[in-house]
């Protein structure tokens, strides 16, 4: 299979807890418990494919049971997974909290994720593909690596700069042709939050370097930036069960949709909100991800743009 998305990244074990609300500290509160495949990437590519892309991963996992049970779920979503084994690492693994609000907190342990090389990403794995996708999630000098080969290659480059870090490397933002952060990942990355003016935070893009800058703005949707001006598409009204991996559903459905969209930003901005909105109805990370069928019934419902 010769992919048109390539994401590089992280696979974790998601060990998830609900509760009523967040325990305070030193406090034990009663809830209850499912695991799952999850991991950045992983969850980027399971949107990814879902909504319609042909999509490879590549990524690293331990020899212990979490890593065991990466390739077949991936293989199981019609994913070409490249997983180095890893064997003096653990798998990754995430605790994650939501409370009755639907709210999240979460605490990730990269594990193998960190230690993926440039020989577990040579060039013939990314060769055709349209869109390389990477993540805060493995480590800053593969993601260089990947962006580098993508770029020599004649692919977009696209980077979701989460989880974000003191130690964020803003050398790879040289490298980047699309920048899809959040609001607090925006902030961290110019230096200063968002505020609420639109064409303000347009003014702030401007100042990152990247061509195209995508701020996620959870149930208001996302302003899309580039040189010649932004656009805000609004969000869609949902009821919110889980926001875990909304921001993996927008990147995944985003990059399917600028391949359905043959490099449509504004129209596969689009479909990556309405990726991300239904995500949040269900659920968990990777098996919240739409399908791309789901994301058209959303969109003929209702759209909404402001431009400037």
Known sequence: MKPSVVVVGSYVKDLSFRCGRFPAAGETVIGTFVAGPGGKGSNQAVAAARAGARTRFIGAVGKDPFGAEAAG?????????RLA????????????????????????????????????????????ARVVI??????????????????????????????????????????TDIVIPNESEFAALTGRPPGRSLRGIHGMCRTLGVATVIV?????????????????????????????GAG???????????????GDLLRAAAFGNAAAALSVTRPGTAPSMPRGREIDRLLRTRSGARSS
């Open 134 to 175: 990477c993540q805060g999630e493995a480590n800053a000098a593969i993601n260089r690596h990947a962006f580098r080969l993508a770029r020599r290659l004649g692919a977009t480059t696209l980077l979701n700069p989460a989880p974000m870090g003191p130690g964020f490397d803003r050398r790879i933002l040289a490298l």
């Open 248 to 262: 993996d559903a927008f990147v995944g459905g985003f990059a399917a949709g600028l391949i359905r969209y043959g």
């Open 85 to 128: 084994a890893k064997p003096r690492e653990s798998t990754g693994a995430a605790a994650i909290l939501v409370d009755g609000e639907s709210q999240n907190e979460i605490i990730v342990a990269i594990g193998a994720s960190a230690a993926i090389t440039a020989r577990d990403v040579p060039a013939a794995l990314l060769r055709g």
């Open 216 to 244: 996620t703005l959870g149930r208001s949707g996302c302003l899309v930036s580039t040189g010649t001006g932004w656009t805000a598409i609004a969000g869609h009204r949902v009821r919110a069960v889980d926001t875990t």
């Open 73 to 81: 779920f991936l293989r199981s979503e019609g994913i070409d997974a």
